[in-house]
């Protein structure tokens, strides 16, 4: 067990030691002048309204569901995978069964337009 | 194993994969991905930055190079000469059984001596005038790029007063940890059985003794462990959206969160046929697969074109960089960053494309594995490489021996990565942007439907030939 995770801790501890040393050295190296235009949000020169009040395409929100939905058949994919050989023809068509679900769910999205992204 | 040697070897694995991936990969792609966009906007490209050398060095630059190939020309006759006598019997006898470092016969050091310093002075004559641009030195434009770096850490820091302090400072780190964390499960090498170093290994059977697989941890959720770290970078760029307080970076944050998590889908369900031809999800036993039947591009050309497709989307670069997008949102979710932090996001970016490169290396081009070189040796056509009892015993001694074997695959693996990348950043420099919808709708409507029938035709290939 620590033989098997003790190097992903210590890389874990380098890939976070990094980033916080270009941080420190990135936000203490530099000049400090703040005037008040620098201040303001950088949107191409016109005035900031800032973003809270922004309205969103409900399509992320669509995108979001199907990622979980499609994310959780690869989970299950996975481990029938790794065992295909051992589960033979009767794997194969309980698999094609469970991904005939999701490919009629697929098809219900698509002619719902929860792809279409231009309308 | 000893406790001390374990974690040497853990702190060498570490390093190498690392250093790799810092020194080695992001630097060599940063400086082919600006000169691949000098010449393909017709500039001078990455020159202007270098150090000023002396008005005698220039002036005599191609002197220099003259002089480094009358080198080469001098010692090459020499070696020849060295050669001709060492054959001629004078040498016979004593060839290459003395030791050759430490040459104490005066031919066979000679030649080694003149065949090493021709050896170095033909590549030194054809690189020098690379290194210089009028009067800097520039190292292939590399120094510009590393000028630029250190030039970023030193401009001023703006942070927007309107936005969320904390999770603005975080984004940038979250971006970074996960691309360094990804070479964890990477294996960049055979087993090392280190009682045999120099000894030539039998090529079936099991070898005892201290072993070190070349692999930094062999998790047993293997793949898996990549899908989760690599997903956690999702939440740096989407972070860096939302804490700006900027419509653009939250517009370019949701369209980077939206574009990963849908590709994320793609790249789990393009590589599942392979999990059924190689029987596991742990990398090396992957790699082992093809090191005893074919590459897995030749069994899954569909899935390796998907999977490549899917992993440039992945890390939102050209021509999948809608996220960004300068013309449309500036820099999108990064906009409100400045000095190093900005740098951090590029470099993240770079790690991204070294990690996805070596993945692609050891999943579709056979990691570590060297066509026609074995654990016993190089063999090929059922005919080894063996010399013993020849002159040239020694080569074939070298050649064969453990380490060297190793040493050859390891330098495969970090090659085959290389190329992989700066194909990437080929196609980064080929093709325009995809409209947004375009790019959802490559995701949604092309790839994952070809991933699920490719599974399908995988599973009844495998069931109906039995392989």
Redo the contacts between chains.
Sequence with gaps: MF??????F???A???A???L??T???T??????TPE???????GSA?T???H?R?SV??YL??I??VV??I??VF??PW??Q??EL??AG?VE??LF?LV??VT?VYA?KKGA????R | MEFGW?LLA??L??SFI?GVT?LLYAPVFVLFERRQSAMVQDRIGPMMGGVKMPRLVIDHLQTLQMGAFGMAALCGLLFLFATAQVWQGNGTEVLFTEPVLGVRHTWNGMMFVFGALAAVHVPLGVVLPYLFHHDRLTIFGGLHALFDAIKA??????V???ADKFLF?LA??IA???A??L??VIPFGPTLYVDYLFEQLPAEGTIGGAAIPLQ?????IGI?YMFAVGGAGIIGAALAGYS????????GG?RA??QM??Y??CL??TI??L??LY???LLDEMVQWQVDHVWGVVVQPIAFVLFLTASIAEYKRVPFDAPEGESEI?AGFF??YS???W??YM?AEFFEVATSSMLIAVLFFGGWDVPFLGRGGWEAFGYAFDLSGTHWAILSEVANSHVFIVAVQIGAFVLKALLLGMLSIQIRWTLPRFR??QI??LC??MI??LA?VN??VT??F??LTGI
Excluded at chain 1, 29 to 34: D, E, I, V
Excluded at chain 2, 153 to 158: I, L, P, Q, S, Y
Excluded at chain 2, 244 to 251: D, G, R, T, V
């Design positions: 033989e098997v995770y003790f190097p992903v210590l890389m874990l380098i890939a976070v990094v980033p916080c270009l941080f050295l990135a936000s190296l530099g000049t400090k002048n703040p620098k201040m303001l949000p950088y949107e191409s900031s800032g973003a809270q922004l969103l399509k992320f995108t979001a199907l990622f499609f994310d058949e690869a994919l996975y995978a790794a295909f050989r033979g023809w194969l698999m094609v991904l999701l490919g697929l698509w792809l279409e992204w231009e | 374990f853990t702190v694995k570490v690392l810092v850490f030193t401009k001023e820091d703006v927007p007063p309107e400072s940038p780190i970074m940890v996960p360094l964390m070479g964890a930094v941890a062999s998790l047993n898996l700006s307080n900027n419509k653009f970076a939250l517009i949701l969160a939206s998590v849908s994320e889908v789990g369900l599942v046929p999990f059924m029987d596991s999800l500036v906009l409100e000095s190093g932090k740098l951090m470099l947004y919808d959802m709708q949604w409507r994952l439907p699920l599974i399908l599973g009844i495998i069931l």
